[in-house]
C-alpha cells in the first residue's frame, strides 16, 4: 500500500510546517489574513493533541508590513524591503499568539538568518534553542530577520530555509503551504495540466515544467524553491508534502490532495547535511582525473598528490569546494590546511612532504569523513 498524506502525518513525531506569504496576505498589499492564521493555528493545535511537535516557518512579515506603509506591491529595493519586514514582523508574531491562544498554546518568535545555518556555532545554537522549545511545549515561529538582513532577502522564499530547518530539529516531515495545491506537470492555469500526486525521485520532474512565483505577487518563491527544498529535505530522509492552505486538513484526514516527495536516502549525520547544504565554501581546491574519480567512486579521502590548483583565501577547517579540471563541483568538505599553506603541497605525496616539512604534513587535505559528494 502506498504511502498517503494522512499515513505520513500519523507516523511522523516532529513536524515542520512553512507558509508562504500569500497564503498568509492574499493579494498583494492587503492586510494579514486573520481567518488564514486561525486556519493553520488550527491545523497546528490538532497535530499537538496528537502528541506531535509542530514548527512553523512563516512568510509573510514583508508582505504584512505592506498596507501599514501604503505600498500596494512588494517593494524591489533592500531598504523599503527591511522597513517593511520591520513593521510587519510584529504584526505576523501578534496574529500567530492570538490564534494559538485560544488553544492553550504558546508561541515564540525565532528569526534566523543565513548565517545561522551556514556557520556550524550558529547552526549548533540554533539547534539547542528549538530542541528547548519543543520540550517545553512550544510552537516556534521561524522567520528570516528580513528587517536587518541583506544576504537573505536576495536568498529567494524560506521554503529552503525550511527544509535546513527540517534538517537542524531532525524533522520527520516537512509540509509546504503554498497558494498553489500540488505540482503539476504543467502551469496549473493550463488546460490538461495534471496533478503530480508522488515524486519519488526528483529525476521525474525532468519533463515537468515548475513555475515562478505565485499568483498574488507578494512572495518571493515559485515551484522552483520547492523542488529544491524537496532535494535538500529528501536527500536527507525526510519526507515532503505540498498543498494549500485550504486543502492541508483535509490531506490530515486522508484526502488525496497535494504532492508527496518521498526521500530517497537514509537519513545522513547532521554534520554532513549541514556540509551538503549550509556550509558556505571559502575556496576551491582543483583536482585532477584520478582524484575525481578515486573520490566519486572510491570515496577515498583528498591527498595532495591529486590536487592541481587553489582558490581562495581560507583557514584550516573551513569548507571548499572540490572540483574537477573543467569546472564541476564533485564534492564539499572541510579543509585540514590554510590556503597560504596548499601551493606547496600540490602534486606530492604525503612521504615526500613528510620527510621534507614534517611529520605533521603527512595527512590528507580533505579527510573522507570531511567530504560529501554534490
Known sequence: MSTTAASLFAVSKRVVIKVGSSSLTGSAGSELNTTAVDSLADIVAGLKAAGKEVVVVSSGAIAAGLAPLGLTSRPKDLATQQAAASVGQGLLVAEYTQAFKKYSLVASQVLLTIEDVVRRSHYQNAQRTLFRLLQLGVVPIINENDSVGTQEIRFGDNDRLAALVSHVIGADLLVLVSDIDALYDAPPSEPGAARIARVSSLSELAQAEVGGVGTSGVGSGGMVTKVEAARIATGAGISM??????????????????TIFEPVHDRKPSRLLWLEHASTPRGRLILDAGAVTAIQERGVSLLPAGVVGVEGDFNSGDTVELVSSAGLVIARGLVAFDSAEIPQLLGRSTKELAAELGPEYERELVHRDDLVLI
Open 241 to 258: 508534502f505540498l498543498t494549500s492552505l485550504a486543502k492541508l486538513g483535509g490531506a490530515i484526514a486522508g484526502e488525496d490532495v497535494g
